[in-house]
Nanobody
Framework: QVQLVESGGDSVQAGGSLRLSCTSS???????????MAWFRQAPGKERDRVAA????????LYAEFAKGRFTVGRDNAKNMLYLQMDSLKPEDSGTYYC???????????????????WGQGTQVTVSS
């Protein structure tokens, strides 16, 4: 069974920064570098939105409009880790952040949550004003 585990969520003041991490653990560890990866977030009562995605082969990254210029998605291949550096945080960034892995066969669908094969349990981010 594949497990993705997020960490790094916390409570911060507006304008602060957080760095979220995602690793693979459990009975079956997957090489995150071989998957398209993404960060999603969900606030209470709202839909899950894709925050950022990074391609498996070329490392191309995509960001939601609200994340551009403030968030950076990347990989640490040596640690088999996906990260999300979040700067200039705003109260509206609060929510549960999930990492997700999508297989590479059949193309890349960065925003389609249904195309992701594996999900983490989420890490909570709270930004206070």
């Amino acid at each position: 069974q594949v497990q993705l585990v997020e960490s790094g969520g916390d409570s911060v003041q507006a304008g602060g920064s957080l760095r979220l991490s995602c690793t693979s653990s459990g009975a079956t560890v997957i090489n995150l570098n071989r998957y398209h990866m993404a960060w999603f977030r969900q606030a209470p009562g709202k839909e899950r939105d894709r925050v950022a995605a990074i391609g498996a082969s070329n490392g191309a990254s995509l960001y939601a409009e609200f994340a551009k210029g403030r968030f950076t998605v990347g990989r640490d291949n040596a640690k088999n880790m996906l990260y999300l550096q979040m700067d200039s945080l705003k109260p509206e960034d609060s929510g549960t952040y999930y990492c997700a892995a999508q297989g590479t066969s059949g193309g890349w669908f960065p925003s389609d949550a249904k195309k992701y094969n594996y999900w983490g349990q989420g890490t909570q981010v709270t930004v206070s004003s």
